[in-house]
């Protein structure tokens, strides 16, 4: 049997392998909160995982299970940030060492509305965000000045993303014909 290699301490950091927390789910024996935004878990998410978003987590109950917890995002920096502050409560997290880039990685399966999109939602938001950027100097070089406020605007959006962990854009962009499966 796998163990979660559980902490005395609940302060205590304790991480999961993909091929480790494949096994416990398999079993059910784990319950794995994806804290990813909505759109991001709806384009992509390993099977059996519960939306618990990074942005909504002091509103949200957790679910109801006796199971350890595990939690997930794309690639590890949200769920460090999800189980700190779920460990100030007292409670007793693991986290799925490098994310979904992690799990992906090691072959292991993905269920959602692009899993199989040739490309990513956050790769779509690199390159629209990008390209607005761009477009934003190129006018304000050759067309106007006041132009460079689309590259201020889209540069703003971006750092409230990284902060909230919320990605407006990517939000849209999952609403695309595209990007629905």
């Known amino acids: 049997m796998t163990s979660l290699s559980t902490p005395t301490d609940s302060q205590k950091k304790s991480f999961l392998s993909p091929n480790q927390l494949q096994t416990l789910l398999d079993r059910e024996e784990v319950l794995l909160l994806d804290v990813r935004e909505v759109a991001e878990y709806q384009a992509e998410h390993v099977a059996g995982a519960h939306l618990y978003p990074l942005s909504q987590i002091a509103q949200l109950p957790l679910p109801a299970s006796d199971r350890p917890i595990v939690l997930a995002c794309q690639s590890g920096m949200r769920s460090q940030k999800a189980a700190a502050k779920l460990r100030q409560q007292g409670l007793t997290i693991t986290e799925l060492q490098g994310g979904l880039n992690a799990w992906k990685q090691q072959g ?21 965000a990008g390209s607005l950027v761009l477009l934003g100097v190129i006018l ?14 889209v540069g703003a959006g971006l750092v409230f993303a990284g902060v909230s962990g919320t990605c407006l854009m990517a939000n849209l962009l999952a609403e695309l014909p595209w990007n629905r499966g």
Do not use: D, E, N
């Open 140 to 153: 304000s070089l050759t067309v106007a000045p006041a132009w460079i406020g689309l590259s201020g605007f």
């Open 108 to 128: 292991l399966p993905t269920v959602g509305q692009t899993a199989k999109a040739p490309i990513s939602l956050m790769r779509q938001v690199q390159i629209v």
